[in-house]
T-cell receptor
Framework: GENVEQHPSTLSVQEGDSAVIKCTYS??????FPWYKQELGKGPQLIID???NVGEKKDQRIAVTLNKTAKHFSLHITETQPEDSAVYFC???????????WGAGTKLIIKP | KAGVTQTPRYLIKTRGQQVTLSCSPI?????VSWYQQTPGQGLQFLFE???????NKGNFPGRFSGRQFSNSRSEMNVSTLELGDSALYLC?????????????FGPGTRLTVL
């Protein structure tokens, strides 16, 4: 079945630097790739998503890139701030009738 | 607009008991998904309900079951509780099927099995 691998499991960066989290998926039929952020004590929240007909999407300091050939997609956060500290999850799906397959999560730590 | 609500927020049970968790989705949302979250296992998908029908199911034993009512509210039941069932149970709702739509998560129910 579909599998999503997420790396690294923990990422520590200096405030103001960039952070990159990478996910690899196994099913080439996957066409929807969301990223969720989970802050301490809260449920995950969608921060950005991308569909297979697009190679890159940006929203202010956050961007996601998709490489369908290599079957991987990445989350890029620029100019990191303390409030970016959280656990980030990637996921992949083949469409509305299928379940999302989730990565294991990355704990992002922003050092002051 | 009210968010996803889950009740109860905390629950302590003993092995062998059963438990029912409740989830009220955002008004107008027709899909409800349930997840189990443990520190070492991330988010594990349990099942998704849409228009009172189970649409997808994860790899959990039959002790885990759910249902959805006509008003889209959903319940999840775990029978014959085991110590390993201790976890945060998250509910998420979406306008349509969750496979390619934004999911809105509730705060979760923290279940402790003693």
């Amino acid at each position: 079945g579909e599998n999503v691998e997420q790396h690294p499991s923990t990422l520590s960066v200096q405030e103001g630097d960039s952070a990159v989290i990478k996910c690899t998926y196994s099913d080439s039929a996957s066409n929807y790739f969301p990223w969720y952020k989970q802050e301490l004590g809260k449920g995950p929240q969608l921060i950005i998503d991308i569909r297979s007909n697009v190679g890159e999407k940006k929203d202010q300091r956050i961007a996601v890139t998709l490489n369908k050939t290599a079957k991987h997609f990445s989350l890029h956060i620029t100019e990191t701030q303390p409030e970016d500290s959280a656990v980030y999850f990637c996921a992949a799906s083949k469409g509305s009738n299928y379940q999302l397959i989730w990565g294991a999560g990355t704990k992002l730590i922003i050092k002051p | 607009k009210a968010g996803v609500t889950q009740t109860p927020r905390y629950l302590i049970k003993t092995r062998g008991q059963q438990v029912t968790l409740s989830c009220s989705p955002i008004s107008g949302h027709r899909s409800v998904s349930w997840y189990q979250q443990t520190p070492g296992q991330g988010l594990q998908f349990l099942f998704e309900y849409f228009s009172e029908t189970q649409r997808n199911k994860g790899n959990f034993p039959g002790r885990f079951s759910g249902r959805q009512f006509s008003n889209s509210r959903s319940e999840m039941n775990v029978s014959t509780l085991e110590l390993g069932d201790s976890a945060l149970y998250l509910c998420a709702s979406s306008l349509s099927l969750a496979g390619d739509n934004e999911q809105f998560f509730g705060p979760g129910t923290r279940l402790t099995v003693l």
